[in-house]
């Protein structure tokens, strides 16, 4: 039975040709390896509260099934397999896949790594006590199916992270102009500012696709310190929201 996607293909080859850079610091990804820390950061704090997990054990996460949507190479499967989680890493841009499979395996990492989709999955009864679906949405055909197939993969009270980008003239600045036109951090045409999502409208999606979001915060910044941090009230570019499955 063919199974409804909504995969953009346009935004599948976009990733895809830069499939082989996932691991390299200072090439096209370097803007998530800067981010990597702090939406680790978040991912743990969230995970740890929701499931009453103590963040200072060896291994954390032991027995969570994860679920890493658009894992690209692997940068957050990673850090989540090392904390104990049972993690699938999924996406839909075949040229990922062995790229993530063969670093985990440098890395000594046991991580499920699969071509598909949320919707294949859903379809397939797959069931997650936590879905990480970051700086996805923003890249999919229609959210709203996206994030009720995410919906779906959940166990009852399960976590599911979702993280994107504002839609304003900051956000434009920053993540188009910036970070492609004058740093060149990534290739011109890799977002889409009219697929940029208010914080607004993404806890409307979130809640249209039978989730409750129970937390949002910003990812902010500093040119001076050239670093992240995470702020309660700064959700002007990039932000994370934290959704929870009823049981």
């Known amino acids: 039975m063919a199974v409804n996607t909504t995969i953009d293909p346009d935004e599948v080859a976009k990733f895809e040709a830069m499939a082989a850079e996932w691991w390299d610091t200072e090439g096209k990804f370097k803007p998530l390896h800067m981010l990597n820390p702090t939406r680790l950061d978040y991912i743990v704090d969230q995970i ?26 692997g940068l957050l499967s ?12 999924a996406d839909a841009a075949a040229g990922n896949i062995p790229v993530a499979q063969i670093h985990a395996e440098q890395s000594g990492l046991k991580i499920d790594y699969r071509n598909c989709t949320a919707e294949s999955l859903a379809a397939d009864g797959e069931k997650f006590d936590i879905v990480l679906n970051m700086e996805v949405v923003e890249h999919v055909a229609d959210p709203l199916a996206y994030l009720t197939a995410c919906q779906q993969l959940l166990k009852s009270n399960g976590l599911m992270i979702c993280s994107t980008i504002n839609r304003n003239p900051k956000s434009f600045l920053m993540t188009i102009i910036g970070a492609e036109y004058i740093m060149r951090w990534l290739p011109k045409g890799t977002h889409e500012y009219d697929k940029f999502i208010t914080p607004d409208e993404l806890v409307s999606l979130i809640t249209n696709a039978g989730l409750q979001n129970v937390d949002r915060k910003g990812f902010v910044f500093n ?25």
């Open 48 to 73: 740890c509260a929701e499931f009453d997990r103590d963040p200072t054990q060896p291994k954390p996460f032991d027995g969570l099934r994860l679920l890493d949507i658009g894992c690209g190479g």
């Open 78 to 89: 990673e850090p989540m397999a090392r904390l104990g989680a049972t993690v699938v890493g």
């Open 223 to 247: 040119p001076l310190t050239w670093g992240w941090s995470i702020s309660d009230r700064d959700l002007s570019v990039n932000y994370v929201t934290a959704s929870v499955k009823a049981g």
